[in-house]
């Protein structure tokens, strides 16, 4: 039983080390890549949001009409 327990023990210390080299082969952001990423992610939410609000808005007075 204790060889099953070292094994494991083994094989994840083995992958937390082969996901610190992979991680040490990513291209990270820049500062600004990230800054101007995070903007478009933001309009393109909020832009979003009010699309789909001023539909649920239509569609909440369609239904108002029809039930009245």
């Known amino acids: 039983m204790s060889e099953t327990v070292t094994k494991r023990v ?8 082969e996901v610190a080299g992979e991680l040490r082969k990513v291209t990270w952001l820049g500062r600004r890549e990230v800054v101007h990423l995070t903007i478009i992610v933001l309009i393109v939410t909020i832009v979003s949001g009010l699309i ?3 539909v649920d808005y239509g569609f909440s007075k ?7």
């Open 10 to 17: 083994k094989s994840r210390f083995k992958f937390l080390r």
């Open 52 to 54: 789909f609000g001023a």
């Open 62 to 68: 369609l239904i108002d009409l029809f039930i009245r």
